[in-house]
C-alpha cells in the first residue's frame, strides 16, 4: 500500500479485570511499540482474548488504562480480526461489499473507497471474484476477506485473535505469507493471538509468554529474525532457539 496509515504506540498501566470474583488481570502493565507485531501466547484460560478484546474496547475493564498515543480507544482507529470468519462477515454482503462497509461508514468518496479495495486485492493478490457472496467462498477466502475489510479502515491498531485458526494447514500457510509481506508494508501496530508458536514466532517483531491466571508476564522474547519468514527460516539455529526458549517458558507456566 503506498499510504502507510498511521500507528499507534499502545500504554497499559494497572489494568485489572475478573469473571465472577476470579481475577484474570490485577495490575497488569504493557507497552507495545509503534508499528510492532506483538504475539501474545500462554497456556489456554490465560486471559489473552480478554486482554485483546478490552485493547480494542470490546470488553470493559475493571480498572486500569488503556492508552494509544494518550488516546482512549474510542479515538483511534482499530481493526480485528475474528477467529471465527463465518459469523465476522455480513452474508447477505458480497465479499466487496462487506469490505467496502466500514469505509462507507466513514462517509468516504466512492473512488476512494474504490481505491482501497483495488489496492487490498493488490497486496493480498486475490484471484477470486470478490463478487460473489461469503457463502461462495472457500474458509481460507472468507477470512482473507475479514483482514482486508480490517485493514480497508487504514487502522493504526490491528487486533487479529486466532486468525488462522478454524482454517486448514495449507491455507494458513498460504495466508499466513500473504498477511506477513502486509504487516511489514504498511507498518500497522499489531496484537495477535495464537495457539500456535510458530505461527507467532513466524508472524511478530516480540513474543509476550504469559502466565496462568492471575495473569503476569512470564517472559517477553524480542524476534530479531529477519523478513520475510518463508519456511527455510522456521529451521535457521536462531528460529529454533527462540522456539525452545519458549517452549521451556511455557512448560514452566503450565506446570505452575
Ligand atoms: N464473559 C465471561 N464470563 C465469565 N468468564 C469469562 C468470560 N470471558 C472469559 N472468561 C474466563 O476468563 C478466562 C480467560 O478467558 P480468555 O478467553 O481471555 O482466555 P484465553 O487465554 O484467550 O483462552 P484460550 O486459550 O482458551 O483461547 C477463562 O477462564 C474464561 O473462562
Redesign the pocket.
Known amino acids: 500500500m503506498s499510504i502507510p496509515p498511521r500507528q499507534a504506540a499502545i500504554s497499559i498501566r494497572g489494568l485489572r479485570k475478573a469473571?465472577?470474583g476470579q481475577p484474570?488481570y490485577s495490575g497488569f502493565d504493557l507497552d507495545v511499540r509503534r508499528g510492532d507485531i506483538l504475539a501474545i501466547f500462554?497456556?489456554?484460560?490465560?486471559?489473552?482474548?480478554?486482554?485483546i478484546?478490552m485493547a480494542a474496547g470490546l470488553l470493559a475493564t475493571d480498572g486500569g488504562t488503556i492508552l494509544y498515543d494518550g488516546r482512549d480507544v474510542a479515538d483511534v482507529r482499530v481493526g480485528y480480526v475474528f477467529q471465527n470468519y463465518r459469523e465476522a462477515l455480513f452474508p447477505w454482503r458480497r465479499a466487496a461489499d462487506n469490505i467496502r462497509y466500514p469505509l462507507r461508514l466513514m462517509g468516504l468518496p466512492k473512488p476512494e473507497i474504490e481505491r482501497r479495495l483495488e489496492r487490498l486485492a493488490t497486496s493480498f493478490r486475490v484471484r477470486f471474484d470478490l463478487h460473489r457472496y461469503p457463502y461462495e467462498l472457500s474458509g481460507g477466502q472468507q477470512q482473507l476477506v475479514s483482514i482486508m475489510r480490517a485493514l480497508a479502515v487504514e487502522p493504526e491498531v490491528l487486533f487479529l485473535d486466532?486468525p488462522f485458526s478454524a482454517l486448514d494447514y495449507e491455507t494458513t500457510l498460504s495466508l499466513r505469507d500473504l498477511l506477513q509481506a502486509v504487516l511489514k508494508e504498511i507498518g500497522v501496530t499489531t496484537l495477535l493471538?495464537s495457539?500456535d508458536l510458530e505461527e507467532s514466532i513466524v508472524l511478530a517483531d516480540r513474543l509476550l509468554m504469559l502466565t496462568r491466571?492471575p495473569t503476569t508476564v512470564a517472559d517477553d522474547v524480542p524476534v530479531a529474525l529477519p523478513w520475510p519468514r518463508g519456511t527455510a527460516a522456521l529451521s535457521s539455529p536462531d528460529f529454533v532457539a527462540i522456539k525452545a526458549r519458549c517452549l521451556d517458558v511455557f512448560q514452566a507456566a503450565v506446570a505452575a
Open positions: 469473571f465472577g484474570v500462554g497456556p489456554n484460560g490465560c486471559g489473552k482474548s480478554t486482554l478484546n486466532e493471538v495457539h491466571r
